[in-house]
């Protein structure tokens, strides 16, 4: 079992000709995911070969041939992919997310930085009314450790499945969790980015791993600013019964200042690390103050 994203999922990549769509192309593939084709309107037609396994679980370096099509309607007809993967630049991201949607994909990742604010609420609205989930964007995008990988996450970092499931508002700070119970091995893990404006929201990961019967611990990871994680620990009272593990980045973060890619505001006690890790606590959640003590936190649990 995993998450969103399964060994039977079909992926396509939006822009997957592009330099960051190649590489990270060639990436999914050697960690065994099945991508089935790009989309790119100007080289509809065309096949690129790539270098990675032949099938899902094939042998890494045999070249696998991968078809470029026009439209996501087409790609999707052809193939039966079921997740777009987005490498997409800002000013164009929301037309590939509705095209997306309109094409009826159910899971499409957008990994792009720098998408307007405006953007995100258009195709978040509009992808939700057509059935399609959306992570991201500015996210690291998923992976179900063994079964499939849909994004920029290092699959070598915790390549054996486990019992973790991990969800995310920053791509870093999932790499480095990742590492660091690389032993213990993951359900699925999910970065959902950390925009004013995402389509799957924290929420969301925990009522699927609270679903989801190999996840016996969750893994969550919030950052300064807003009410996200207020939000989720009251949640998690009401909703989760698994064991949930927390960490807050930003405890030294001064007030008042937009702080990283997430631009993350505090204003007095509101949406401060400490906050955070208050409401957190109040509802059961164990909370480290550093990713190093939060996996501590972790292991202790599963002792």
Same mark, same amino acid.
């Given at each position: ?13 939006? !822009? ?37 396994? /032949? ?5 890494? !370096? ?5 078809p ?8 999707r ?15 164009? /991201? ?16 957008a ?32 992976i ?28 870093t ?5 990742m ?48 009410d ?26 001064p007030?008042?200042k ?8 505090v204003?007095g006690?509101s ?33």
């Amino acid at each position: 079992m995993a998450i969103f994203l399964s060994k039977e999922s079909k992926v396509i990549v939006q !822009g997957m000709t592009g330099s960051e769509g190649m590489k990270h192309t060639r990436r999914m593939l050697a960690s065994g995911t099945d991508v089935v084709g790009g989309v790119n309107p100007r080289k509809a037609g065309t096949k690129v070969e790539i270098e990675g396994p /032949s099938t899902p679980g094939g042998v890494e !370096g045999t070249p696998r041939s991968v078809p470029v099509f026009g439209t996501v309607a087409e790609a999707r007809e052809a193939t039966g992919a079921d997740v777009s993967v987005l490498f997409v630049p800002p000013a164009f /991201s929301k037309a590939a997310v509705e095209e997306a949607a309109d094409a009826g994909i159910p899971l499409a990742v957008a990994i792009t930085e720098g998408i307007p604010v405006h953007d995100a609420v258009a195709f978040r609205a509009y992808a939700k009314e057509r059935g399609t989930r959306v992570i991201g964007p500015n996210c690291p995008g998923l992976i179900s450790p063994g079964l499939s990988n849909a994004g920029i996450i290092p699959a070598d970092i915790a390549p054996e499945p486990g019992r973790i499931g991990l969800v995310s508002k920053s791509g870093t700070l999932t790499y480095q969790l990742m590492y660091e119970l690389r032993d213990i091995g993951f359900s699925s893990c999910v970065g959902i980015g950390g925009d004013p404006v995402i389509g799957t929201t924290h929420i969301d990961c925990l009522a699927a791993f609270e679903e989801d019967p190999e996840t016996d611990l969750i893994v969550m990871i919030g950052e300064i600013g807003g009410d996200a994680e207020e939000r989720a620990a009251e949640f998690i009272e009401e909703r989760v019964t698994k064991p949930v593990v927390g960490y807050v980045a930003g405890f030294t973060a001064p007030e008042g200042k937009t702080m990283g890619h997430a631009g993350a505001i505090v204003s007095g006690s509101s949406g401060t690390a400490r906050a955070k890790k208050e409401a957190l606590e109040a509802a059961g959640v164990r909370v480290g103050e550093t990713p190093t003590e939060t996996a501590r936190l972790v292991l202790d649990r599963l002792a």
